[in-house]
């Protein structure tokens, strides 16, 4: 609206909406440059939270998929200075870039960059979904080797499972499908790490109904240090703390001994009862973590261990995921109770994490300004397709950018 009332005439609205999108872009790109930058140096690890995704869903209250997606295309952009420097321009919108960091590398970003700037951002999603298909199908032909089958498994110096093996393309495809249809906790961990949080989540609900062994001398499990035995059956030594985050659950059967007697003979003590589980999830809902929205594959933390002297009983237990129930025993992390029974969680300096972030407060000169101080002189017209919406021949373009690194067909 004019000050006097008048409503504004389209065609400077119009004028005002276009400019305004050019200004965006080039702080949106920007922005990604800081949060690559944050995410590179862990700044979001000081609170606790598993990602730089989950940080930005905390702290700037972001969409969980959004949070992700806008990490992943700024790590992406580190690689692609012709994707950036045009971005930076304010010539790119951030979907556009979002699409094409997706498939991009240093040799097909010139052209793909060339037919972001004349394409729609809806004909540039095509575009991509297509060469993506083309990558992934013939990936998926040059790995299609068959191969013997065998497993083999062994604990290195560090304590850790060491696996190799190798399946028949129809027990590996079997194997892929289960991994990829067990839901594992929200992560930006790389899919190799993923695929290994797959694998366990599978064994351990199939070890719900067995019991995972745990030899711990009786000191060892109420200190800090290891007095005696403390190791998983038939595998290495682990520490006290590690001992009393797996003895939370009911998942692990610890075997406590006194100068190696058994003083529990692999009784399922302390345990979790199925109704007592209900009440626990009823009331919590997820992970109680501040900024967590895990709501499976969740522990039953003992705040105060059992060890200890702490009671199997809903006003001692919490719900955490995974990550959080490392932090808490494993990291330097705490959790108390305050007076009116409400969780408070403290990272290992002792600074209190609030439930949410702070509120974001705008300082600092206006987004035109900044943007004239960087040099950019944007207009109406800075982020508005070349081809002003033409047809795009699909066909030509995916297979143009193929030739880049497909390799050249077998004449002999």
Known sequence: ???????????????????????????????????????????????????????????????????????????ALQALPLVQETFARGELSYSKVRAITRVANPETEQDLVNLARHATGAQIEKLVRGYAGVISATREHAQALEQ??????????QGM???????SPEA??????????????????????????????????????CELVLHVDAESMRSDRVRDRCELEHGPTVAPESAR?????AAMVPIVEQDGTPLSSGR????????LRRALRSRDGGCRFPSCTNTKFLHAHHI????????????????LCTHHHKLVHEGGYDVKVDKFGLPRFYNPYGWEIPACGPPVRTVGPSLRTRNRKAGLTLGPNSCRPLSAGDRLDYGIAVEGLARKWLPPPDTG
């Not at 005002?16 to 965006?24: D, V, Y």
């Not at 399922?268 to 109704?275: E, F, L």
């Not at 105060?304 to 009671?311: C, F, P, Q, V, Y």
Request: hydrophobic residues 40%; proline residues 3%; neutral net charge.
């Open 1 to 75: 609206m004019c000050s006097a009332g008048i409503p504004t005439p389209l065609p400077e609205l119009e004028t005002q909406i276009c400019e305004l999108a050019a200004h965006l872009n080039a702080a949106t790109c920007r922005w990604l440059t800081l949060v690559a930058e944050y995410d590179a140096r862990g700044g979001w690890a000081e609170w606790g939270v598993k990602s730089c995704a989950h940080w930005l869903s905390w702290r700037l209250g972001i969409g969980a998929r959004a949070s992700r997606e806008h990490v992943r295309t700024a790590r």
């Open 172 to 209: 590996g495809a079997a194997f892929l499908a289960a991994l990829e249809t067990t839901e594992v906790p929200d992560s930006e961990a790389s899919p190799s790490a993923k695929r290994a949080e797959a694998l366990v989540t599978m064994a351990s609900g199939e070890a719900r109904d």
């Open 148 to 157: 013997r089958q065998r497993l083999d498994c062994h604990w290195d110096d």
């Open 161 to 167: 499972l060491q696996i190799e093996g190798r399946l």
């Open 268 to 275: 399922r003590t302390r345990v979790v009862s199925r109704a």
């Open 245 to 249: 985050r797996l003895s939370c659950d």
């Open 304 to 319: 105060k261990h059992w060890a200890r002297g702490g009671t199997t009983d809903l006003g001692n237990l919490i719900q």
